[in-house]
């Protein structure tokens, strides 16, 4: 399988989920080996060093806790009457495959690179999933300085609804600049859209015995080309996502997702503390007080 046109991230990620199917006792907190497939690693792929079950456990479980916990949130969402998903740096996303019943009520953007979008493409064809006329893959070239919002609309997002808009795995390679820039126009989206979105910790803030990992990781990635630029505090992402328009914005923590799926695991899987979430959401402008209807006006 040709793999050199998709981000090594988004493979790892995909095999990590399935990974969690193959080596932790159920209950599964996500039960997707349809990124698995779609990568098609071959045999042996669980004895890869980046597979080792035991050191890759905590971040193996932060990767199914945020995809559960995205997509809770859509699912409450779209109860509630959201039609329209947007994911960024959607890599080997299977939300579309693995839960058509809900995808297919919805408009679904998965925005990547244009040569991710393209295998992709030719993976979920070749594979008999196809792409189906409510699922949009939308190509950016975001080192050419494309907008990914121009191209969002060009595929048919509509402005003037209501979107769940989700990042995960991506805040990190930003500057704070491109960070801000994509919550600002998040944030200007219709009234009860949200996001939510993944950042990282600094090391300082970061459990202990994970540091070392972590440490390691960053390497890697200023060695493979793709450093972390940037680093969060909850307060700081906080106060980034306050300034940059949203007036409801929380921190969902480590914890509070081990709290939420892993509580009782006899196997003691739980998520990693370097990795946590923002979850923003844009409220209708209250009129001002001059705007207000007199008693003759209604």
């Excluded at 090594?8 to 399935?18: E, F, K, M």
């Excluded at 990992?213 to 793709?226: F, K």
């Amino acid at each position: 399988m040709d793999t050199n046109k998709v981000d090594a991230t988004a493979l790892r990620t995909a095999l990590w989920r399935a990974l969690h199917v193959r080596v932790d006792p159920a209950p599964h907190v996500l039960a997707d080996e349809v990124g698995l497939r779609l990568a098609a690693p071959g045999e042996g792929w669980t004895g890869r060093p980046d597979m080792d079950p035991g050191r890759t456990s905590r971040m193996r479980a932060s990767i199914v806790a945020r995809a559960r916990f995205i997509e809770d949130l859509l699912v409450e969402r779209a109860a509630q009457g959201v039609a329209q998903y947007v994911v960024l740096g959607a890599g080997l996303d299977t939300f579309a495959q693995r839960r058509p019943e809900v995808a297919a009520g919805l408009r679904v953007f998965e925005v990547d690179r244009p040569d991710t979008q393209a295998w992709k493409r030719r993976r979920l064809d070749e594979l008999g999933y196809g792409v189906p006329d409510w699922l949009s893959l939308v190509p950016v070239d975001f080192e050419e300085g494309r907008s990914w919002w121009e191209r969002l609309v060009a595929a048919g997002f509509d402005p003037e609804r209501p979107a769940v808009v989700a990042s995960t795995g991506v805040l990190m390679y930003l500057t704070r600049e491109a960070a801000a820039a994509t919550l600002g126009r998040v944030a200007k989206l219709a009234p009860g859209s949200t996001l939510a979105a993944t950042f990282m910790l600094p090391l300082d803030v970061v459990a202990a015995e994970e540091r070392p990992a972590l440490a390691a990781t960053q390497r890697a990635a200023q060695a493979a080309g793709t450093p972390f630029r940037s680093l969060y505090s909850p307060r700081e992402m906080l106060e980034l996502a306050r300034g940059t328009g949203f007036t409801q914005a929380r921190h969902v923590s480590a914890g509070e997702l081990a709290e939420r799926y892993f509580a009782g695991r006899p196997d003691g899987l739980r998520p990693s503390s370097a990795e946590e979430l923002l979850v923003a959401t844009v409220e209708a402008p209250v009129p001002s007080r001059s705007a207000r209807p007199g008693p003759l006006a209604r």
